[in-house]
């Protein structure tokens, strides 16, 4: 592939990133009732079109959109001063992010179905439960992706090639986003925290910002491997 082309691909996954952070500030902003506390308000809540669909494109699809913008946020720092810090947060993200699609597959088609079924009757449904490796492949997509996130935005920092502010601005996102809103929401009310949209915002932010400089650079990348 020619090296224009190339570059011309990793700038437009660069745009990626910040799109698929405000759809996961869209799709985060309307929290879940409380499902042991007024199961019927969850139950609508989750089995209405609303929530499909935001989870359909929020989560689901921003998730998608993420793995791209990741993959090229990676390849445009490959060249830099923390190039191997750059490729190995990547991989990190990047397996973590798509582990996380477990989860948000779930969410969108098979949680509005419990939920209809509780309100036809069938109560028996809320004591479903699935296995282990659900849980633990979502600890670990979880663990992964908030590390590998984090570093990300520690190798943009010390890059040269990006705003230091951008890559300062990712790291707080990122704890934001996963610790003080993912983590703290499954413990608390097991639904997302207004920190969860705030965090989401804060990367938005700082990947347009990586994202316009990575544009106006214009240099000449070189192919991936």
């Given at each position: 592939?020619?090296?224009?082309?190339?570059?011309?691909?990793?700038?437009?996954?660069?745009?990626?990133?910040?799109?698929?952070?405000?759809?996961?500030?869209?799709?985060?902003?309307?929290?879940?009732?409380?499902?042991?506390?007024?199961?019927?308000?969850?139950?609508?809540?989750?089995s209405?079109?609303?929530y499909?669909?935001?989870?359909?494109?929020?989560?689901?699809?921003?998730?998608?959109?993420?793995?791209?913008?990741?993959?090229?946020?990676?390849?445009?720092?490959?060249?830099?001063?923390?190039?191997?810090?750059a490729?190995?947060?990547?991989?990190?993200?990047?397996?973590?992010?798509?582990l996380?699609?477990?989860?948000?597959?779930?969410?969108?088609?098979?949680?509005?179905?419990?939920?209809?079924?509780?309100?036809?009757?069938?109560?028996?449904?809320?004591?479903?439960?699935?296995?282990?490796?659900m849980?633990a492949?979502?600890?670990?997509?979880?663990?992964?992706?908030?590390a590998?996130?984090?570093?990300?935005?520690?190798?943009?920092?010390?890059?040269?090639?990006?705003?230091?502010?951008?890559?300062?601005?990712?790291?707080?996102?990122?704890?934001?986003?996963?610790?003080?809103?993912?983590?703290?929401?499954?413990?608390?009310?097991?639904?997302?925290?207004?920190?969860?949209?705030?965090?989401?915002?804060?990367?938005?932010?700082?990947?347009?910002?990586?994202?316009?400089?990575?544009?106006?650079?214009?240099?000449e990348?070189?192919?991936?491997?």
């Amino acid at each position: 592939m020619n090296p224009q082309d190339t570059g011309r691909w990793i700038r437009a996954g660069l745009w990626v990133l910040p799109a698929s952070w405000l759809l996961t500030v869209w799709s985060s902003l309307a929290p879940q009732p409380d499902q042991e506390i007024d199961p019927v308000a969850w139950a609508r809540f989750v089995s209405s079109d609303s929530y499909q669909v935001s989870h359909l494109v929020g989560s689901t699809g921003g998730t998608l959109l993420a793995v791209f913008g990741l993959f090229a946020l990676g390849c445009f720092l490959a060249g830099s001063q923390s190039g191997r810090l750059a490729l190995a947060a990547m991989v990190m993200a990047v397996a973590g992010t798509t582990l996380l699609l477990v989860p948000a597959v779930i969410s969108t088609f098979v949680t509005p179905a419990v939920g209809r079924a509780y309100l036809a009757g069938n109560q028996d449904v809320m004591q479903l439960e699935f296995p282990g490796s659900m849980s633990a492949a979502f600890m670990a997509g979880l663990l992964l992706a908030f590390a590998g996130t984090v570093l990300l935005g520690v190798a943009a920092w010390r890059s040269r090639m990006l705003p230091r502010w951008a890559g300062a601005l990712w790291v707080a996102g990122a704890v934001v986003f996963y610790a003080l809103g993912v983590v703290m929401g499954l413990a608390t009310t097991g639904s997302s925290l207004p920190t969860q949209s705030a965090g989401a915002a804060l990367l938005a932010v700082a990947a347009g910002g990586i994202a316009w400089r990575g544009t106006r650079k214009g240099r000449e990348l070189p192919p991936a491997g």
